[in-house]
């Protein structure tokens, strides 16, 4: 039993920044790797951050280096996405999600939260 829930979308002008948190929650949770992914209508969803929970290594899209920090807090079973000087191309559904490999595939990540949306207005 393993749930992730996301909260911290909403409606912001270009250039703008909102804060993306996911907190897991259950008996266990598999893998110690956490990312963040999007989709909009029509498109596969797409990586955008992850973060090994252990090492605290961390990989990102490079549409989004430069722009967006992952980081987790252990103790709250939290992880968080900064995200700053958001552009419009950035209004999607964000997902949270948990597997074993810090990889930008999506298949690899076995649990997956109901998504915060994201909209940035021009």
């Known amino acids: 039993q393993v749930q992730l829930v996301e909260s911290g979308g909403g409606l912001v002008q270009a250039g703008g920044s909102l804060r993306l948190s996911c907190v897991a929650s259950?008996?266990?949770?598999?893998?110690?790797?956490k990312g963040w992914f999007r989709q909009v209508p029509g498109k596969e969803r797409e990586f955008v951050a992850a973060?090994?929970?252990?090492?605290?290594?961390?990989y990102y899209a490079d549409f989004v280096k430069g722009r967006f920090t992952i980081s987790r807090d252990n103790a709250k079973n939290t992880v968080y996405l900064q995200m700053n000087s958001l552009k419009p191309e950035d209004t999607a559904v964000y997902y949270c999600?948990?597997?074993?490999?810090?990889?930008?595939?999506?298949?690899?990540?076995?649990?997956w939260g109901q998504g915060t949306q994201v909209t940035v207005s021009s």
């Open positions: 973060i090994s929970w252990g090492s605290g290594s961390f």
């Open positions: 259950g008996r266990t949770l598999r893998g110690d790797v």
């Open positions: 999600s948990a597997g074993t490999v810090l990889t930008h595939t999506a298949s690899a990540y076995d649990y």
